[in-house]
């Protein structure tokens, strides 16, 4: 994967984070319409991609694997709030430990939705991990900025967040390529933890913000053009 895909994880992140200077108040429907279209790009990825390459070894256990991800990911909203989501909370709690938890559960998932890039040609889940990071880093630095963390700790854990989607790549990498022992030999049942958390990731963006589990017109244009787009990503491919 080119340098400039790696810059792109990053950055999307980080400027998708501290962009929360720029905007006062916490309902940005520009955000929540790009956070719709990454949720169905990443599941149209998903079906598309990343689950017939995870069965193409013959692994009958990824399944297994896949419900461990979908699993493993409720676990880890019970530390982030969902942020990952896109979703912006209040927080009460004591202010200096408030990061903590938070931040290791987001760190962990954005460090596993960077792994499926060692594998094959992923230059449309790259696209679509960038989108999905942006609204995500906004919330985390919103909430961060509202539990009254200053701005350079703010920016500080936004970078970090920013930096483990590119680290995932590189540890994936090295894992795929046999540099870390034998663990390639287990690629796709990490393939299939990673397609769990996916799952579970696309579809609470695209039901659980709606009203009613209903869309209105726009996000129904943004979902639409993001499963269009993965399909015809898709499509080229063949």
């Given at each position: 994967?080119?340098?400039?895909?790696?810059?792109?994880?990053?950055?999307?992140?980080?400027?998708?984070?501290?962009s929360?200077?720029?905007?006062?108040?916490?309902?940005h429907?520009?955000?929540?319409?790009?956070?719709?279209?990454?949720?169905?790009?990443?599941?149209?990825?998903?079906?598309?991609?990343?689950?017939?390459?995870?069965?193409?070894?013959?692994?009958?256990?990824?399944?297994?694997f896949i419900?461990?991800?979908?699993?493993?990911?409720?676990?880890?909203?019970?530390?982030?709030?969902?942020?990952?989501?896109?979703h912006?909370?209040k927080?009460?709690?004591?202010?200096?430990?408030f990061?903590?938890?938070?931040m290791?559960?987001?760190?962990?998932?954005?460090?596993?939705?960077?792994?499926?890039?060692?594998?094959?040609?992923?230059?449309?889940?790259?696209?679509?991990?960038?989108?999905?990071?942006?609204?995500?880093?906004?919330?985390?630095?919103?909430?961060?900025?509202?539990?009254?963390?200053?701005?350079?700790?703010?920016?500080?854990?936004?970078?970090?967040?920013?930096?483990?989607?590119?680290?995932?790549?590189?540890?994936?990498?090295?894992?795929?390529?046999?540099?870390?022992?034998?663990?390639?030999h287990?690629?796709?049942?990490?393939?299939?933890?990673v397609?769990?958390?996916?799952?579970?990731?696309?579809?609470?963006i695209?039901?659980e913000?709606?009203?009613?589990?209903?869309?209105?017109?726009r996000?129904?244009?943004?979902?639409l053009?993001?499963?269009?787009i993965?399909?015809?990503?898709f499509l080229?491919?063949?």
């Amino acid at each position: 994967m080119g340098y400039w895909k790696i810059l792109l994880l990053f950055f999307a992140a980080f400027f998708g984070g501290t962009s929360v200077f720029l905007f006062k108040g916490d309902n940005h429907k520009t955000l929540k319409l790009v956070l719709s279209f990454s949720g169905a790009y990443l599941f149209g990825i998903t079906v598309l991609h990343l689950i017939p390459d995870a069965y193409h070894g013959n692994d009958n256990y990824v399944g297994v694997f896949i419900l461990v991800g979908f699993l493993f990911q409720i676990v880890l909203e019970q530390f982030s709030d969902g942020i990952e989501h896109g979703h912006m909370h209040k927080h009460p709690h004591d202010l200096a430990v408030f990061p903590i938890g938070i931040m290791i559960s987001l760190c962990l998932h954005a460090f596993l939705e960077g792994m499926p890039l060692a594998q094959g040609n992923q230059d449309q889940l790259v696209y679509g991990i960038a989108l999905h990071h942006i609204p995500a880093a906004f919330a985390l630095a919103t909430v961060l900025l509202t539990n009254k963390q200053g701005k350079n700790k703010t920016i500080f854990f936004v970078a970090v967040f920013a930096v483990m989607a590119p680290a995932g790549y590189f540890f994936s990498d090295a894992l795929s390529t046999g540099n870390i022992g034998n663990l390639q030999h287990y690629f796709n049942r990490i393939m299939g933890v990673v397609i769990g958390i996916f799952l579970h990731i696309s579809t609470t963006i695209l039901f659980e913000s709606s009203a009613d589990h209903r869309f209105n017109m726009r996000k129904m244009i943004a979902v639409l053009a993001g499963v269009a787009i993965a399909l015809l990503g898709f499509l080229k491919e063949l």
